[in-house]
């Protein structure tokens, strides 16, 4: 926040000094994560999460990261794969790629001159090797063995060249025998070093219910693969499959399809080549969102329960980036979350467990999405002057308004017609807009569309809340409000941003500059931690968000007892006197509290944590540390709908 100099107070060099502090705390958290790493692997406690890996993809994340540290250097940087390499192995790939990055990260640090590279190739038998090979300071015979101690370094000498904890090849062979590997070393003082990682192609457990492993000293000679690794988490099938990535670009229409449950992706995948369509699958919501960016598909299925975010993060990311935001987004998911993610923009959601035919169902509609020519839009504004100012706003070639003055006109029009997007005015001359709106949920009408609420009236809380019902978004006009109906527009329509207007692009860049949406908000902020209140009320605070303050559960429900305003709870976890498990069971268990948005914040990201956090009652969760962007996206996806502009 400091560093970001909002009010323009600091000086260039002050900056600086503030990206430092940032920098170092950065420093010391991947330092005390490296700590705990070794101690959960020395209790036996560290997870395993096994899953199909492509290798290529491993290999072009490692080159996209270390060419430029090695260029900086003056260093040359491979990165090759033998022939015989096979396109997957089935392995924690989280665990795999911090191995390789430690490797890779010490050497560039030790090479002055000459070149890094980085060999994958198979051996029958034994499996696969990463040998990272360098030409740096070289290791004498005797050190060998020692440097995979922790703490050890060497250099480490009372007059160091190098920084660093000595911690990153510790941690890299313990890691290595947790997947069933090793990591061996050939080196000679001023010649270089070959460190080579073998690991099976498939990580194997004997059982669940194993013995944790016992490490041997640092300094032993490595035993052999174990038969039994560490205790792990329930084996997770392995995906028979490789996703369409490879064939990219596609002749035909792409599907990317996130969903961590590896039998139902397979099912997806299978029906998508089925009915004609290319198909690339992520398990993650990362992973997701990052292949959305990098190949633009023109669908997506999403699941709503995913191991690192929910699914509607990902659904709120997709929406703010210009490149992806008019991609149709269909959830599939046990999770009933179907108000929120159609305020977001979805265009369908389907509950599972789902029936073949449901889930051709799905395709179908998704595929009349991609091949609608023209959109339909039912204007509903008795003002002449505001129907033509809209229709010239939001008119295209391929949109089509309807615009009538009067609320039995709309309804006369929805039982005959489906409209791709409805916006309505709040005071029309036969009946109010509110009540045009309960109508159409009791009439035959024959869809109802996402509406937008374009008003001049100020509503109270309790109008607010009865049309958000209904409605997907509500706009007060004003100074701005042009440019923020545009926005939800573009959003229902599923437009091409980047084929807009020049003019039209300038006015949604500027209605998403403005964060209104937290502006005279109030949300409840329960930490017992000062200097997460401290950071966190700073933060949301620039956003113009009015944030109370709990210690603990038990102020929590103070809080919301003193304040009956409060639009949003982040809720920390591990607190003391009461935890936030309790709190927010406590809370639910309150009629005028059961739709109040509640936020866990968890320390760590375990999907027990994820699922307590859900059955307690609240609406979604974020892991420490946390990130602000993040932070501020989840806020979005849950604070009520309504923008003052």
């Known amino acids: 926040l400091l560093a970001e100099n909002g009010d323009g107070n600091l000086s260039e060099e002050q900056v600086k000094f503030a990206e430092s502090i940032y920098s170092a705390g950065n420093d010391l958290l991947n330092l005390i994560n490296d700590i ?12 395993v999460r096994p899953e199909t890996t492509q290798v290529e993809r491993l290999v072009e994340g490692l080159r996209g990261m270390f060419e430029p540290l090695a260029g900086q250097k003056g260093l040359s940087f491979q990165v090759t794969a033998e022939p015989k390499v096979p396109a997957t192995l089935f392995t924690d790939r989280q665990r795999l790629e911090q191995i390789l990055k430690n490797l890779l990260s010490n050497a560039i640090k030790f090479t002055e001159r000459g070149q890094v590279s980085l060999n994958i190739g198979h051996q029958p038998g034994t499996g696969i090797v990463f040998e990272v090979r360098d030409s740096g300071i070289g290791i ?34 313990d890691l290595a025998h947790l997947l069933g590997g090793q990591i061996n070393v050939d080196s000679s003082p001023g010649k270089g070093s070959v460190f080579s990682l073998i690991l099976p192609e498939r990580y194997e457990t004997a059982g669940q219910d194993v013995e944790p492993l016992s490490l041997r000293p640092a300094v032993d000679t490595l035993p052999p693969a174990p038969q039994s690794p560490v205790a792990m988490a329930p084996k997770r099938p392995a995906l028979a499959f490789v996703d369409d990535r490879e064939r990219a670009p596609f002749d035909n229409r792409c599907i990317l399809v996130i969903e ?4 139902f992706a397979r099912i ?15 398990h993650s919501a990362d992973e997701g969102f990052e292949l959305a960016a990098q190949y633009i598909p023109d669908a997506i299925l999403l699941d709503m329960r995913l191991p690192d975010h929910s699914g509607l993060t990902v659904l709120q990311r997709l929406k703010e980036q210009a490149g992806t ?26 509950v599972k467990p789902t029936s073949r035919e449901q889930l051709k169902e799905v395709f179908a509609r998704l595929e009349a999405k991609l091949t609608q020519k023209l959109k339909h839009i039912l204007l509903v504004e008795d003002d002449d002057l505001q129907r033509e100012s809209i229709a010239r706003l939001i008119g295209d070639d391929d949109v089509e308004i309807t615009a009538v003055g009067m609320a039995q006109d709309a309804l006369a029009l929805l039982r005959e017609n489906i409209y791709d997007c409805m916006i309505i005015d709040l005071k029309l001359p036969d009946m109010l807009g509110n009540e045009l709106l309960k109508r159409m949920t009791a009439e035959d009408i024959r869809a109802f569309p996402p ?23 509500i706009i007060i006009k004003g100074a701005r409000s042009p440019e923020r109906l545009l926005d939800e527009v573009t959003l229902f329509l599923h437009k091409v941003e980047s084929q807009l207007s020049n003019e039209r692009q300038r006015m949604l860049k500027t209605a998403r500059s403005r964060d209104k949406v937290f502006e005279g908000r109030k949300i409840l902020l329960v930490d017992d931690d000062v200097r997460n209140i401290f950071a966190l009320t700073s933060a949301l605070e620039h956003k113009g968000a009015i944030v109370e303050i709990g210690r603990n559960g038990r102020e929590a429900i103070e809080r919301l007892e ?15 006197e009461m935890d936030g498990f309790e709190a927010t069971r406590l809370i639910r268990q309150q009629p005028r509290w059961r739709k109040l948005p509640i936020i866990a914040v968890t320390a760590k990201a ?37 923008e003052r502009i």
């Open 268 to 282: 997806l995948f299978d029906l998508a080549h089925e009915l004609g369509y290319s198909c690339l699958v992520a």
């Open 606 to 642: 375990m999907k027990d944590d994820q699922q307590r956090c859900l059955q307690a009652g609240a609406n979604d969760y974020l892991a420490k540390p946390i990130d602000l962007d993040r932070l501020f996206s989840l806020i979005r996806v849950w604070l009520p709908q309504l």
């Open 260 to 263: 961590d449950e590896p039998n």
């Open 36 to 47: 705990l790493d070794i101690a959960k692997v020395e209790a036996g406690k560290l997870e």
């Open 562 to 576: 003193q304040h009956d305003d409060i639009d949003l709870v982040l809720m920390d976890v591990m607190m003391p």
């Open 140 to 173: 004498a015979a005797d050190q060998q063995q020692a440097i995979f101690g922790a703490f050890h370094q060497v250099d480490g000498t009372s007059n160091r060249r190098y920084g660093g904890t000595g911690l990153g090849l510790s941690i890299s062979r």
């Open 325 to 350: 935001r008019h991609i149709p987004v269909h959830i599939i998911s046990v999770e009933d979350r179907v108000e929120a993610a159609m305020h977001m923009g979805a265009v369908g959601y389907a």
């Open 451 to 473: 509406v937008i609420v374009y008003t001049g009236r100020n509503l109270t809380r309790e109008e607010e809340a009865d049309l958000l019902k209904y409605s997907r978004s």
